[in-house]
C-alpha cells in the first residue's frame, strides 16, 4: 500500500535530513517537492505546531526542530551500538583521514546513518540518510554473513532487471560473498556508476522526490552489476582505486547489526595500505560490539542484577 500525503511528510523531512544545516522558505520548498502552495504550508505548519520543523519569526524559512532531536535521541536509546560507535567513528576518521560511515538495514533498504570527516573529502551523494536498495551487490558486507535463504534473495535481486538468466553474475556475486566471509571485510572499487549518480543528484531540479532519487539509485544499482565492483583477491604490489572499505559489526546475534566503513578515498592505493585500514576497521568494529554488548548487559533500573 501506498499513501500519497504520508509521502508527502516524509519527502520534507528527507530534504532537511539531507541537508540539516540548510533553511526552505515555503516558496522554495514548493518549487524543489512539486506541492502546491496550500498543501506544503498545510504540511509545514502542522509539523512546525509539533516541533518537527522550527520556523524563523523573521525570514520565515523552516528548518529541523526539536522533535526530531527528541526522535534522534529516542533511537539512539533503542540502538546502543549507535550510541557507542558515534565517537568512535568520529576518531577513526580522524586517525585515516578518510570519510568513515556506518551503515544499516531496514527491511529492503541500507540506510547511511552517519558519517565523519573532512568536508571535502565526503563524497556527495553519499550524505547521512541517504537509502540504497539491500540488494546485490549491495549490502555484500551484510550478506556474507547471513543465512543461506537471505543469500539466495540477494543473489537473486541482481537478475531482477535482467531478460534472463546471468550465469557469470551470480557466480562473479558469490565469490565475492566467500571472499568478503573469510578476510572478514569488504573492498570495493570506483566505477563510473558513483560518478553518474553523482552527476545526476547534482543537477539543478525544478522539482525533488523520494521516487526520482530511488530511480537514480536503482539504476546505480543495476550499473554496478555490470562493473567489477569488488576486490576478490588482494594481489601485493597491486595499486587500487577504492570506493570503500567496509567491516561487519556484530552486536546481538550471528548476523551483523551495522557496517562500519572508510571510504572517500582519493588516491591509489596498495595492497598494504587495504589491509592496514581493513585491520583498523576491524578493531573499531571489536571494540564497538564489546562496549553495545556491555551495555545491554547491563542491568537496568527497574531490573534485578544477575545473581551469582
Not at 551484510?142 to 532487471?161: E, G, R, T, V, Y
Amino acid at each position: 500500500m501506498f499513501s500519497k500525503p504520508t509521502a508527502r511528510v516524509l519527502a520534507i523531512l528527507d530534504l532537511f535530513m539531507s541537508h540539516p544545516s540548510k533553511a526552505y522558505g515555503l516558496t522554495e520548498l514548493t518549487r524543489i517537492l512539486g506541492l502546491n502552495k496550500a498543501t506544503c504550508h498545510a504540511i509545514l505548519s502542522t509539523m512546525a505546531r509539533y516541533g518537527f520543523l522550527a520556523q524563523d519569526s523573521r525570514s520565515k524559512a523552516y528548518r529541523l526542530g526539536p522533535s526530531i532531536a527528541a526522535a534522534g535521541m529516542s533511537a539512539f536509546a533503542q540502538f546502543p551500538v549507535l550510541e557507542v560507535a558515534r565517537p568512535r567513528l568520529e576518531a577513526l576518521s580522524k586517525e585515516l583521514q578518510l570519510g568513515c560511515g556506518l551503515m544499516g538495514r531496514s527491511g529492503d533498504q541500507l540506510v547511511l546513518l552517519t558519517n565523519y570527516g573532512i568536508p571535502e573529502r565526503l563524497e556527495f551523494p553519499f550524505h547521512q540518510g541517504l537509502r540504497l536498495p539491500n540488494a546485490a551487490p549491495l549490502g555484500a558486507a551484510f550478506i556474507a554473513w547471513s543465512s543461506p535463504n537471505k543469500l539466495q534473495q540477494w543473489l537473486d535481486s541482481a537478475q531482477a532487471h535482467l531478460p534472463e538468466w546471468d550465469e557469470n553474475l551470480d557466480k562473479r556475486l558469490r565469490i565475492s560473498v566467500i571472499g568478503i566471509r573469510a578476510r572478514g571485510f569488504e573492498v570495493t572499487l570506483i566505477s563510473e556508476a558513483e560518478a553518474a549518480l553523482e552527476r545526476e543528484l547534482a543537477k539543478p531540479k525544478e522539482n525533488w522526490s523520494l521516487e526520482e532519487v530511488a530511480e537514480h539509485v536503482q539504476h546505480y544499482r543495476e550499473s554496478l552489476c555490470r562493473s567489477h565492483y569488488h576486490i576478490d583477491r588482494i594481489e601485493e604490489g597491486r595499486q587500487y582505486q577504492v570506493a570503500n572499505i567496509a567491516v561487519p559489526i556484530f552486536a546481538s546475534g550471528e548476523e551483523p547489526e551495522l557496517v562500519i566503513s572508510a571510504g572517500s578515498i582519493r588516491r591509489p592505493v596498495s595492497a598494504q595500505d587495504i589491509l592496514a585500514i581493513a585491520d583498523r576497521l576491524k578493531l573499531a568494529a571489536k571494540e564497538i560490539s564489546e562496549a553495545a554488548t556491555a551495555t545491554l548487559s547491563y542491568p537496568q533500573p527497574d531490573q534485578d542484577p544477575p545473581t551469582a
